[in-house]
């Protein structure tokens, strides 16, 4: 079945006049206040290589809250009806298959970054970069683009089916078969709203607060409302763009699956 963005596009504005509520309190909750509160406590612009390692568990604490909230409203957003609490033991539940999935795609790029980056020696920025290493750089990036959105249904699946993670990566593969114009032209449209909400919005937004209240520093009352702002809007586009991919998750499937969850009670 080909891919209909805007018959997922219609479906998603249906799933939220049914389920926004709670689909926005699962992220407010998994999402926006810790991100908010380890920005806080730890801005990313003030982080150096002295800070503590507490940050980075934090950091990764936050990382699986994310992946949960995901989850979440991914079970929510395929159906069939569920209660909140349903889908945050739903999601955690599978969180484990998910990450072990998503695992076993990053190591290797890990691997091989670390690789080049023992063989320079040093960090690896643009101004000390060969241009062998800056092609091998550019070729991993792109491959890195294109495994992204290959597996672009591992999250849905893994909120849909009880699969391990070798078998979520085989079936989020096989699915997105012959349909990577369609996604990729899916994630250009979404980078483009994160752009304009996150960097543009958000960025005014919080130059408005920093006039206001002062220069952020950790703790500060400036620090808080800044990561309030930001992880409020990035959590809005995270979300979208998770209802979305279920929606066409769901077409991926075939026709049985195109339903919209509580579209009877609209």
């Not at 020696?121 to 491959?143: C, M």
């Not at 369609?182 to 960097?199: D, N, Q, R, S, T």
Request: with cysteine.
């Amino acid at each position: 079945m080909k891919l209909s963005i805007g018959q997922a596009w219609d479906e998603t504005k249906a799933v939220f006049r049914a389920d926004g509520g709670p689909i926005l309190a699962i992220a407010l909750a998994l999402s926006v206040l810790p991100g908010a509160i380890l920005e806080t406590m730890a801005p990313t612009n003030l982080r150096t290589t002295d800070t503590p390692g507490w940050v980075s568990v934090i950091g990764l604490l936050v990382a699986l809250l994310s992946l949960a909230s995901q989850l979440a409203v991914s079970r929510i957003a395929l159906g069939p009806p569920t209660t909140v609490g349903e889908a945050l033991a739903h999601a955690f539940r599978r969180m484990p298959a998910l990450f072990g999935g998503l695992f076993l795609v990053i190591l290797p790029f890990a691997l091989l970054m670390g690789a080049i980056g023992m063989s320079q020696g040093e960090a690896l920025t643009p101004g000390n970069l060969s241009p062998a290493v800056a092609l091998v750089l550019l070729l991993l990036l792109l491959l890195g683009i294109f495994v992204l959105i290959r597996l672009l249904f591992l999250t849905p699946l893994a909120a849909d089916a009880d699969l391990g993670p070798v078998a979520l990566l085989k079936g989020a593969w096989r699915l997105s078969s012959g349909r990577f114009p369609k996604l990729f032209l899916l994630v250009l449209l979404l980078m483009l709203v994160a752009l304009l909400l996150v960097g543009a919005l958000g960025g005014a937004l919080s130059a408005v607060v920093i006039l206001a209240l002062g220069k952020i520093a950790a703790g500060s009352v400036s620090a808080l409302l800044v990561a309030l702002i930001q992880q409020g809007l990035t959590a809005l586009v995270s979300v979208l763009f998770v209802v979305v991919v279920c929606r066409l998750y769901a077409q991926a499937k075939g026709p049985a699956q195109v339903s919209v969850p509580h579209a009877g009670h609209e």
